[in-house]
């Protein structure tokens, strides 16, 4: 993909043509798939319908979701990412495609999700709540170094980026007993999510070498917390209300061949994982993360320092026959550094609370407070994923 | 509902008069919705297009599912079924009406499952696990009294009775670390099932007084657990790959209005729950659960013996905001009772594979061995579940 392209750039932009990410977005119609370029989106569904793409069956952008894409794997994936770039750099199809400006677009979710995965693949942040979830243990469970820990998560609340989340209510630990109130420990966790491409049919299981073929692409995760609500509910059998009433994605999927460049070797693992989950290469991403809160930047933590791969959770999702479907949504878990401010989540970064976190308006943070805005942004090089943004509402 | 209908029904019949469970069948062609009437099933999908039933807006049978006709309530609910009833009972629409026989039809998933959430709600089941699974602790977590816990597991791989099912490989514990085999201990867990219908819109709490409102119906549930894979990954934060190679439903949603004769009180709780939890009357329903496996019934369980009941799951899992949709599943969890042979999983009727449990051939089990064939059926009073089916296939 070459930068030579007829669509004004703003500088810095998230969105430079050598990333093209796919979203779904409305502008009061029917919703559209598009590729953000700039500050604008080109419509890749009318465009499809001119007969300008002519690389996917038809109608596999009429759907109002990245699904159908999803399903046709990087044999469609490729050449269609070669036919959008080459539309923007040719001025003669200027007047053939539809821009339009991200401002009089709303997006919506990009993919309808089947199952949602949450794993839980950073090392500092497994260390770190197990030092304050389970203080009498050794914080790191057993199976931890041997298998990317999983769960699901709830699929109905995820929703996309800039929807209102309202403070849960929720049984939590009280004096005299538990109790029924709003969360007081309203957390965010900052995540990249990845969107599955092709299915493994009935589930025969995908190898790690083989897993990113099925993956479409990268996004922002926010999953946000309860942390009280968590912390009386998830034994023996995990976290569930405490995350449930809402998760948030950024609306743009950010392909994995606009990452190409963003390559990395993975974290060395000790000791070595068993056969099915090896693999070989650059399986890991450059790809830094900021969480602001009401514009004061609170958390700047790297994909990089994640002890899992996305190759090594599809190949353990799958390994037991578990039918993997088109657009379904893994999560990292929280991207936590080793150092100060490098953690994704309140919860480490204010130590349970017991650190307050100054903010540039002179305040101050344990948990989140009602009015809060939450704004994870996530760049790989000059290859951004736009924002992944949520504003607290108060409890009902 | 009178029983005095023109179709001709087996002794014995799970599905008399008074039963009218929905389905979704084929014959070879489209998906259809049906009625369960002794040996047949009566063609709603077709009676409702020729116009013989008019109780549901067009089309709310055409879909292969019942969703569109769960998300619609009691308040169409119950002039379907009185509906359905009178044409049962009409000679004259003998000539009128589409009905096949069971033996050749094929059962299909009833409902699209947007999410499944898996409960835990018997205090023999969560006692016996605790006492095997972790030993050196109280066997009651301190929330189980006061929340029913539930997790949410994958709907990818939910399957209608008679799917075969096989044998998941999985990391598990090994004398020198972990290992990656075939499970050795596949079970089974006997659950009931319940529906969705209406949802909450955005999420807005359900009370518990109202919950069955979003009740269409309930079916039995075999929730397959590999217990090895399960013990090794479940800390800190759920089963996952253990449960998620499959689950299987019987294909038959029973109404709540066909168990009314079966209402009997709930399980006295104590201590008393927080008044987001209580409810009146008789929530629960007396049904009584048999698994076989390859004929002997191992297993004589009864879903009254729950703690927790359905409306309290219900207004537990939307207590925080969360959305359910028409089609959800929610699962009891395992249906035990506190006498011998009336736990419903291997685990804990061989007590964690320690006490062979004997067969009518002669053989014992301690977990599931290929080629069992797991039977589990329902009865509540004369109103019966048909059965939900698998048979183990070796590991691939």
Redesign the interface.
Known sequence: VSADIWVELPEDTPFPADNLPYGVFTTGGRPRVGVAIGDHILDVTSAAEDGLVGTAPEGTFAGGSLNAFAALGAEVWAPTRERIAELLQNRAAMDKVTLVPQSAARMLLPVTI??YVDF?SSLHHATNV?MM??PDQEPL???WR??P?????????IVVSGTAV?R????QRGDA????APSSRLDFEAEVGFVIGPGNGD???IAAGDAEEHILGLCLVNDWS?RD?QA??????????GK???TTMSPWIVPLAALAPSRVPPTPQD?EV???LRTSGDTAIDLELTVAINGTVVSRCAFRDMYWTMAQQVA??T???????PG?LCASGTVSGPTPRSEGSLLELTWNGERPLPLDDGTTRTFLEDGDGVVMAGWAGEVGFGVCAGTVLPA?
Chains 1, 2 share one sequence.
Not at 168 to 171: D, E, I, S, T, Y
Not at 177 to 180: A, E, Q
């Open positions: 089947g199952d839980y197990g979830f389970r469970p057993a199976n041997h298998l820990i999983g769960y699901h998560g709830r699929t109905s609340t309202q849960p209510w929720g049984q007993g538990p109790v029924f589930g025969s299981p309860a609500i009386w509910e998830y034994i023996p059998l995990g976290p569930f209300l449930s009433f809402a000791p068993l056969p099915h353990h999702l390994s037991n026959g578990t039918v993997v479907r379904d009902g």
